[in-house]
């Protein structure tokens, strides 16, 4: 067997341990139901060893003839810029609140997972890769106050009625809701449409909002 024989087996182990970096890291997003799961990052790392294999190594054949000259990074550079926009497609606004931006993060840190085995530094994309995942992991776990609160933005239809909304007001203050900007308006009816801006707690999310204003029965709707 000659050299290139065993240069396309080492290669091929590059792409098949980028896949199986990138898929570990994803399986943590998608045990979080997170948008981008095994699949996607699986592929995001394979494709990036890919890539990198071919911009260092795709273009011997020709190097040293008369009048080439090549520059072996251009192409993997590219892999950066493909990725953010991958990246720019997870993260999205829903009203103030802006979701995705841990995943685009990991996304775009598991192609240079990808891109380091590619080029053959095994330890450092291994490495990265456990990095990543504790990172994920221990932080999300134990480090609460890490956490950036979530805002979001609701609407809701009470009775227009003496010191009802005083009472809605201090309901979300005795959870730990901040209301961080309210506007009410006179709605169809008798009843008054309220628009808040508010700030979860720590540890609470939108279950918790929805079971809190179960209880009150002076609001009608609710609408995120």
């Known amino acids: 067997m000659n050299l290139s024989y065993w240069q396309d087996i080492e290669f091929l182990i590059r792409i098949i341990l980028a896949a199986v970096c990138g898929g570990i890291?994803?399986?943590?997003?998608?045990?979080?139901?997170?948008?981008?799961?095994?699949?996607?990052?699986?592929?995001?790392?394979?494709?990036?060893?890919?890539?990198?294999?071919?911009?260092?190594?795709?273009?011997s054949d020709i190097l040293g003839l008369k009048g080439i000259a090549l520059d072996p990074s251009r192409i993997a550079a590219q892999i950066v810029t493909g990725v953010g926009f991958l990246?720019?497609?997870?993260?999205?606004?829903?009203?103030?609140?802006i979701n995705g931006l841990t995943t685009?993060?990991?996304?775009?840190?598991?192609?240079?997972?990808?891109?380091?085995?590619?080029?053959?530094?095994?330890?450092?994309?291994?490495?990265?890769?456990?990095?990543?995942?504790?990172?994920?992991?221990?932080?999300?776990?134990?480090?609460?106050?890490?956490?950036?609160?979530?805002?979001?933005?609701?609407?809701?239809?009470?009775q227009d009625e003496p010191h009802v909304l005083s009472q809605i007001k201090q309901m979300f203050e005795e959870n730990g809701f901040t209301i961080e900007h309210m506007k009410a308006s006179k709605g169809d009816g008798d009843d008054l449409t309220v628009k808040m801006t508010i700030i979860y707690p720590l540890g609470k999310h939108d279950q918790d909002l929805l079971d809190m204003i179960h209880q009150d029965k002076a609001i009608h709707v609710l609408e995120f």
């Open 25 to 59: 890291i994803g399986y943590e997003r998608q045990n979080r139901k997170k948008m981008a799961g095994i699949r996607t990052h699986l592929i995001v790392a394979l494709g990036s060893a890919l890539i990198m294999i071919v911009s260092k190594y795709g273009f």
């Open 87 to 97: 990246g720019a497609g997870i993260i999205f606004v829903r009203h103030e609140t």
């Open 104 to 158: 685009a993060a990991g996304i775009w840190a598991t192609a240079g997972v990808g891109m380091a085995i590619g080029a053959g530094l095994y330890s450092l994309g291994i490495a990265t890769a456990v990095v990543i995942i504790l990172v994920q992991i221990i932080l999300h776990r134990q480090f609460k106050w890490l956490q950036e609160p979530i805002i979001n933005q609701i609407t809701i239809q009470i």
